[in-house]
């Protein structure tokens, strides 16, 4: 099926007047849902050192959604440097997803795009089983239904799976642990899994779930715990704010630095065979103590500070949290680089900065102070 950015060219540079660069080596093509996301952006990075021309998916938004991705951008009038376009879908839209497949010819496809917000999918759980869940079996049938019309049976397909699967069982949690998801978000990542397994076992689809323990950076979302934590601590050491209301300070997370996790993303997919990885640092640490290095790291104490407040608890939690990463150590070999108290550094350092600039802007009259994250 051909179409304005091609498919049987996958691979070779086109010049702007439409004539192909026989000599250029080919270029593997990246499809990304959820590209606007923490690891969207780090994603397309490191495809796109490698080489690699990535398309990504992007929603609608009354806003732009593309912060994260901003300074790759680059105007697609300019055909020989744009090597990342985007495109308009939606995982609740199977047309959108089976016509940019059609379009785009990808390589490789990475499924990142979800209501990720474990606590909002307390809120939302239509919603957020439509997206993660079914949103996943929609992308999966389209890479299937495509395969199917075109003969592309090297097409290969990542899953986003979450350490949040395992839930309520004890760690070190890993590819042999059953999951007991504890909110609608975990359980429709659960569905999600088994669609991927199923796919690969029913068709033969080269198909990899990876099972990802929380990973952090500059980029998250302000409202997950560590970048909640990192923006109040930048915006309280420069004088912005004087509390921060937090929830469960006990429950414990494994966790990493991003930029390190989409490494593994792309390592199962160069593997001979699909399978499921768990990618993990394998040190877990409770709320309180990130709080204790994030206020440390500027010479304050958190108990000066934090408030805890009801509202953050969620109906069922995960108390629990560390990977056993050994199968992606030796099979993939792949390992964390960034360490937990580099990480809680790294988003510190970069939060009070960003600290400094909305200061200015406040003492100019441009935003109010109150104004938090
Ligand atoms: P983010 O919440 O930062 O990004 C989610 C992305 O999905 C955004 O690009 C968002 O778009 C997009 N999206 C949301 N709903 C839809 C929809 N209906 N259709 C299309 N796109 C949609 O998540 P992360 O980058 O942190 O995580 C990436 C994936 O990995 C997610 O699936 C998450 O559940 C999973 N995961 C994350 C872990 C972590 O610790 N970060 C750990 C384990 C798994 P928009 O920008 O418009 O909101
Ligand atoms: P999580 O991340 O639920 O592990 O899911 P989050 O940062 O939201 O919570 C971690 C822990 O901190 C506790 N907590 C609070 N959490 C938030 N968001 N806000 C608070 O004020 C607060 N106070 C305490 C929570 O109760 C929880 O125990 C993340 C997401 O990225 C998922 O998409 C991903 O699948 C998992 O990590 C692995």
């Not at 994603?43 to 398309?55: A, P, Q, S």
């Not at 509390?243 to 414990?252: R, T």
């Not at 939690?317 to 560390?322: G, Q, T």
Request: proline share 4%; hydrophobic share 35%.
């Amino acid at each position: 099926m051909a179409s304005e950015n091609d498919t049987s060219r996958s691979g070779s540079t086109t010049t702007v007047n439409g004539d192909e660069a026989p000599s250029t080596p080919k270029r593997k093509i990246a499809l990304i849902t959820g590209i606007t996301g923490q690891d969207g952006s780090y994603l397309t990075e490191f495809l796109l050192n490698k080489g690699y021309e990535v398309h990504g998916l992007i929603r609608r938004s009354s806003n732009f959604n593309t912060q994260r991705i901003n300074h790759i951008y680059i105007d697609p009038h300019n055909a020989l440097k744009a090597l990342m376009k985007l495109h308009y879908a939606d995982l609740s839209d199977a047309s959108s997803l089976r016509r940019w497949l059609d379009t785009i010819f990808p390589d490789e496809v990475y499924n990142l795009a979800a209501q990720s917000h474990v606590a909002v999918s307390f809120e939302i759980p239509d919603y957020t089983a439509d997206v993660v869940a079914t949103g996943a079996l929609r992308l999966l049938e389209a890479v299937r239904s495509h395969i199917s019309a075109t003969g592309r049976t090297h097409i290969r397909y990542y899953q986003a799976g979450s350490s949040e699967m395992f839930g309520s069982t004890p760690p070190p949690q890993s590819e042999s642990t059953p999951f007991h998801p504890r909110s609608p978000y975990a359980a429709s990542k659960c569905a999600a899994h088994w669609y991927t397994v199923n796919y690969r076992e029913a068709y033969g689809i080269f198909a990899c779930n990876g099972i990802l323990f929380n990973h952090e950076s500059p980029r998250r979302g302000e409202n997950f715990v560590t970048r909640k934590i990192t923006r109040a601590v930048g915006r309280i050491k420069i004088g912005l704010q004087s509390k921060l209301f937090l929830g469960n300070l006990q429950a414990s997370r494994d966790w990493g630095f991003a930029g390190d996790y989409v490494e593994a993303m792309w390592m199962m997919l160069q593997q001979e065979k699909p399978d499921d990885y768990v990618v993990a640092t394998e040190e877990s640490h409770t709320v309180e103590e990130f709080l204790e290095v994030a206020f440390g790291n500027v010479g304050l104490n958190w108990r000066d500070h934090v408030v805890i407040d009801k509202r953050y608890f969620r109906p069922a939690e995960v108390d629990n949290l560390k990977g056993d990463a050994s199968k992606a150590r030796k099979e993939l070999g792949w390992k964390p680089r960034v360490g937990f108290e580099q990480l809680v550094k790294m988003m510190v350092d970069e939060d009070v900065e960003l600290a400094k600039r909305e200061k200015v802007l406040v003492d100019a009259g441009y935003m109010d102070a109150q104004q938090q994250p």
